[in-house]
């Protein structure tokens, strides 16, 4: 069946730092990948996705290249602010279809 | 932001009691999720719903059922409680495009539900 997994968290880092995120996949088919973002006491929102081979998603300095090769949709920041604090999801969404399967998620803590 | 809410927000209950939690959407989605959120899981889905009166399990129904009557409100019901669903629960919804479904999902604010 279709999985996703992602980095175990938490993960800390000092203002202004780099963030990789790592999130694996597995499907069937040609999913939809979505990272989305929960910050405290807050259900989950998107963050930015990707419907097809080599798109990438962006959103908010964040980035995402969808790598059918390896199946793999890692998030990455290239300088990150107390403000991204929050749990991260990597998700994938079989296409045609409205089921989503989310990772665990990864819990950002950022050090002013 | 996506017209979601959920109530209650939180809610104490004690083992064996049924409980009813509400989702109502003013976005006229056709589709809408019921997920529990527990540390280490990330979301597992419980139930969904793809039009009034159509509804399917996911992968953790076990002890509980849905109810959709109207496009907008999906009640989750958890029969009798137990201290395993001690749990927050999230409300999702998401629609379709022409020629297509679109995936992306919409969450309501939550609900802590903690079972005594």
């Known amino acids: 069946g279709n999985s996703v997994t992602q980095m175990e968290g938490p993960v800390t880092l000092s203002e202004e730092a780099f963030l990789t995120i790592n999130c694996t996949y597995t499907?069937?088919?040609?999913?939809?990948l979505f990272w989305y973002v929960q910050y405290p006491g807050e259900g989950l929102q998107l963050l930015l996705k990707?419907?097809?081979?080599?798109d990438k998603g962006s959103n908010k300095g964040f980035e995402a290249t969808y790598r059918k090769e390896t199946t793999s949709f890692h998030l990455e920041k290239g300088s990150v602010q107390v403000s991204d604090s929050a749990v991260y999801f990597c998700?994938?969404?079989?296409?045609?279809?409205?089921?989503?399967?989310f990772g665990a998620g990864t819990r950002l803590f950022v050090k002013a | 932001d996506a017209g979601i809410t959920q109530s209650p927000r939180h809610k104490v209950t004690e083992t064996g009691t049924p409980v009813t939690l509400r989702c109502h959407q003013t976005?006229?989605?056709?589709?809408m999720y019921w997920y529990r959120q527990d540390p280490g899981h990330g979301l597992r889905l419980i139930h969904y719903?793809?039009?009034?009166?159509?509804?399917d399990k996911g992968e953790v129904s076990d002890g509980y059922s849905v109810s959709r009557s109207k496009t907008e409100d999906f009640l989750l019901t958890l029969e009798s409680a137990t201290s395993s669903q001690t749990s927050v629960y999230f409300c999702?919804?998401?629609?379709?495009?022409?020629?297509?479904?679109?995936?992306?999902?919409?969450f309501g604010p939550g609900t802590r539900l903690t079972v005594l």
């Open positions: 999702a919804i998401s629609d379709s495009l022409a020629g297509g479904i679109n995936n992306e999902q919409f």
């Open positions: 499907a069937t088919g040609y999913p939809s």
């Open positions: 990707a419907t097809k081979a080599d």
């Open positions: 998700a994938l969404s079989e296409g045609g279809g409205f089921k989503t399967i």
């Open positions: 719903s793809y039009g009034v009166k159509d509804t």
């Open positions: 976005e006229n989605h056709r589709y």
